[in-house]
């Protein structure tokens, strides 16, 4: 079944072709074609609707009558025994105002699979209750403490980030456990004896609970997979940069989760998935593919260091390489640094990149460059996303040669203002001793600028990150394009596609990322791309053709493990954000506004119906005030995005510490619960 978009796409084929004026122009138009036409079509909806159950379902009384599901922002298990229940799990807690109607009275226990907001969201509505809480040991700093696990101040290093970026999504309140289990305990109650299982994967300590009734087990899985062999979404999974650890972990839960055979698997999210061994079979081998497309389309910590450059040739100034005659940069064993420069005719220097770089032994470089080469000044230093790691010793330049600092407009205030973002990577995770970056010059899309008798272009080419440019122009009767780190490979090797890290926390939807990359060099056809970390490519069209057609296939394999209709909504944790993402407020009264950015990435329009949930403290309204307070309501025209003004407010009882606010989203009738966060450094 054809898509009305792929209609669409066929018509303006259809009505282009006759106008292509060469072959090549044939081609590309049908390698988009075709990329659209061979996708799945998707499903007409949500494959796992998330909207509230009109009351509770009885999962399989022949196998287990006192076992019951209550829908929410998960799935929320009962396990039954006379006016008793423990939960699996407890969503937004509104269950517990309906229990009375399977006859429970009391809820003696809630087991947690995981420390995910949607899963324990409700738990001040246990105040009172007598409810005993147990949890995953591994994850119960992130129920007892979550705000350890937001930093005002983020660092490379710190727990449960990527680079910074945290991919742990803790409640906005601490709950306290009362047993923690390690992943081989037994939890025993009235007669039920569960098996605690460390089935990690979805988040860096979930757990699985295995009863057995008569001859069959029930696994209560949280996340691990979804029916249909889909995870439920990927950038909770997503542990590291681009390394796949989280994806390991995964596919190892879900092959010991086979061993058990369960007669039915119970998701924290979609139906139960009955006799679910093939799906769980099917669901590994998904994986093992996501894992060969993910990591690297080049040898990184083998062979990477031959495949870097193959071209420079060394120089009469120790570890300055020439690429060219006017092109030179740093080359040496297992020294990977941000740094090329353009040296003119005139002794005058334009640097792309600079960062990961010893400031002593930069100077004594350039001096020598002085001495040797006819350098006598550096200009300007252009950066080519927005990455710390690019920028590092840019200010050292700035100080001590006046070359001022350039970017693309997108890029710059990631470097000037990169507290009010959550991405991976910003400036001050670096520990450079400075927290932001001033940028001398903003160049706009497509923005052409003259030097030295030289010509470039500065073009936004996203990939690895958004926030990235490409560089290009004529160096020594060559076309040079600077593409930052986007593509990676020995052009020579037909089994290096090339692409970089693939990390979600970057802001690198496909269709803003590798996709439009690999289009974008297509059609510039370089005949050398210089790349960041040391990295240059000769002749690079067939890589480029490789890197394109892996990009391709990557977003293929990620729609078939989606649980959304438009893989983004399960990919980017980004299409509900708050900017800024770090608020400081001092207590007794002082507010200050944030901006939810909503998007809507389908071709038709979106509702959504976002509730702010603050802790104790914090008061959150939409602002100007309109409506019930602390919910945003409103619809996005197709394809669109929009900035809706909230209002946080400090009272007399906030706690000086960081405080952490969530968004609970609703979009077009499914509940995702508290996907989303913005935290308030309050004083």
């Known amino acids: 079944m054809i898509r009305k978009s792929q209609l669409a796409l ?87 105002e309906h229990l009375p109607e399977i006859g429970v009275r009391q809820v003696e226990w809630v087991l947690f699979t995981h420390h995910h907001r949607e899963q324990c969201q409700g738990y001040p509505r246990l105040k009172g209750k007598d409810t005993k809480i147990a949890a995953p040991q591994a994850e119960r700093a992130l129920f007892e403490r979550p705000s350890t696990f937001r930093k005002t101040k983020p660092t490379l290093g710190d727990a449960f980030s990527v680079y910074g970026s945290s991919y742990v999504r803790p409640p906005i309140q601490p709950i306290q456990i009362d047993l923690a289990f390690a992943g081989m305990d037994t939890f025993t109650w009235r007669g039920y004896e569960f098996r605690c299982l460390d089935t990690r994967g979805n988040s860096p300590g979930s757990m ?152 002593g032994f930069l100077d004594k470089s350039l001096e020598l460059m002085r001495e040797r080469l006819g350098l006598k000044k550096i200009d300007a230093t252009i950066i080519t996303h927005m990455h710390g790691d690019h920028i590092l010793e840019a200010p050292h330049l700035r100080d001590k040669w006046a070359a001022q600092i350039w970017t693309l407009d997108c890029i710059a205030d990631k470097f000037e203002h990169p507290e009010r973002y959550d991405y991976a990577a910003p400036i001050q995770t670096y520990g450079s001793g400075f927290d932001s970056v001033h940028i001398d010059r903003v160049f706009k899309p497509g923005e052409t600028f003259q030097w030295e008798g030289y010509e470039f272009t500065v073009d936004w080419m996203p990939g690895q990150t958004e926030f990235a440019l490409c560089l290009h122009g004529q160096i020594d009767g060559r076309k040079v394009a600077f593409t930052g780190d986007n593509i ?97 407020l001092q207590r007794g009264g002082e507010s200050a506004e944030v901006l939810l950015h909503i998007r809507n990435f389908r071709e038709r329009r979106q509702e959504h119906h976002i509730e ?6 914090l008061i959150a309204e939409p602002w100007p005030p309109a409506g019930e307070p602390a919910v ?52």
Not at 612 to 617: F, L, M, R, T, V
């Open 208 to 359: 699985s609970y295995l009863v057995r009734r008569g001859e069959h087990w029930l696994a209560f899985c949280g996340d691990v997979m979804l029916d249909g062999a889909r995870m439920h979404n990927y950038f909770d999974t997503e542990w590291d940069y681009g390394f796949a650890s989280g994806i390991y972990a995964l596919h190892n839960s879900a092959g010991l989760l086979e061993d058990f055979d369960p007669a039915i698997l119970l998701p924290s999210h979609g139906p139960p998935v009955r006799d679910p061994k093939p799906q769980l079979q099917q669901f590994q081998k998904k994986l093992r593919r996501l894992e060969r497309m993910l990591v690297r389309g080049y040898p990184v910590h083998t062979f990477a260091a031959a495949s870097q450059d193959r071209v420079s040739r060394p120089t009469t100034v120790p570890h300055i390489w020439r690429i060219t005659p006017h092109l030179f940069k740093f080359k040496g064993p297992d020294f990977s640094p941000n740094f090329t420069l353009i040296l003119a005719d005139s002794g005058r220097g334009l640097v792309v990149d600079c960062g990961l770089l010893d400031v």
């Open 632 to 683: 945003l309501e409103g619809k996005l025209l197709a394809t669109s995005r929009k900035a809706f003004p909230v209002r946080i407010k400090a009272t007399e009882d906030a706690q000086a510490d960081v405080a952490i606010v969530s968004l609970d989203v609703t979009l077009d009738g499914r509940r995702y619960g508290e996907w989303f966060d913005f935290i308030v450094d309050i004083k």
């Open 10 to 96: 066929l018509a303006v084929f259809c009505l282009t072709l006759p106008l292509v004026a060469n072959q090549r122009g044939e081609q590309i138009l049908g390698r988009i074609l075709e990329s659209y036409l061979s996708l799945p079509a998707p499903a007409p909806g949500p494959i796992h609707p998330r909207t509230a159950s009109g009351g509770f379902v009885q999962v399989d009384s022949s196998i287990f009558p006192n076992l019951f599901v209550w829908t929410d922002t998960c799935n929320v298990y009962v396990v039954r025994d006379g006016d008793s229940a423990i939960l699996i799990d407890l969503g937004d807690g509104s269950i517990l």
């Open 612 to 617: 702010i949930h603050a802790p104790p403290g």
């Open 488 to 584: 990676f490979a020995d052009p020579a090797d037909p089994n290096q596609t090339g692409h970089e890290a693939l990390v979600a926390h970057n802001s690198a939807i496909f269709e803003e990322g590798y996709l439009y990359a690999a289009d974008y060099l297509r059609r510039l056809k370089p005949d050398l791309i210089v790349g960041s970390h040391s990295f240059v490519m000769d002749k690079p069209a067939a890589l480029i053709e490789r890197f394109g057609n892996w990009a391709v296939d990557m977003r293929t394999t990620f729609r078939s493990l989606s649980t959304d209709e438009d893989y983004r909504y399960w990919f980017d944790p980004f299409w509900v954000r708050a900017d800024p993402y770090r608020v400081t």
